[in-house]
């Protein structure tokens, strides 16, 4: 059994549990989290959230994904969500959102960082990237921050809303202060 309660100074992270779902569509379905993420709509449909939430709960199951719900600690509020899928047995793919209220105070980068570590320590991969829109420099600052290195810029990789979008590539590799 893998443990998938982690901590951080600030934040419990844990799976996300079907009591989460009013949070995450009202957090998630924020126009400004639409925009610059690929899989979530904006409206927020009622439903969308709970089929998530059960879809990434078998997903772990699999140990396919594993998506943390940011709980912060002073008073235990949802505050967004750093999901890392395992891509073969050597990658994963780090991504996030946190909700617009809490945004500017390090939270991502936080959880990011422990997130990682959980991949390289507990999941043994070998490497970790991210991806992000080049119109999104907050999300690459936070891989950056958390000691990504950029990789490659991948131009009109991405269709969303009829727009072809460049984006980076950031990636780092297992320390070898783990291996
Ligand atoms: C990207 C996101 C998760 C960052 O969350 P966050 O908790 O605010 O991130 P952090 O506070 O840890 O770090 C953000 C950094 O970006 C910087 N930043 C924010 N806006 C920026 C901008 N327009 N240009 C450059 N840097 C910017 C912040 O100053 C901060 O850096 P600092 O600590 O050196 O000051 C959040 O903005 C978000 O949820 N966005 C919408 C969803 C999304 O885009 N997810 C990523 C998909 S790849």
């Not at 047995?89 to 422990?114: C, H, I, M």
Request: proline share 3%; glycine share 8%.
């Amino acid at each position: 059994m893998l443990q998938t309660h982690l901590e951080t100074e600030r934040l419990m992270l844990r799976l996300f549990q079907s009591t989460d779902a009013k949070s995450v569509q009202k957090l998630a379905g924020h126009e400004e989290i639409a925009r610059t993420t690929l899989g979530i709509p904006h409206p927020y449909p009622d439903g969308v959230a709970e089929a998530w939430i059960e879809h990434v709960r078998r997903a772990a199951e699999r140990g396919e994904m594993f998506s943390f719900a940011l709980i912060r600690k002073e008073d235990h509020q949802l505050i967004g969500c750093v999901s890392l899928r395992v891509k073969s047995a050597n990658d994963g793919e780090l991504a996030y959102w946190v909700g617009r209220p809490y945004w500017g105070q390090g939270f991502a980068t936080e959880a990011s960082k422990k997130v990682v570590n959980f991949g390289f320590e507990v999941l043994g991969l070998n490497r970790v990237y991210a991806k992000a829109m080049t119109k999104n420099p907050a999300s690459y600052k936070v891989m950056s921050k958390i000691g990504m290195k950029y990789k490659e810029t991948l131009s009109r990789h991405l269709l969303k809303s009829g727009v072809y979008e460049d984006l980076v590539l950031y990636e780092m590799t297992r320390p070898k202060s783990m291996i």
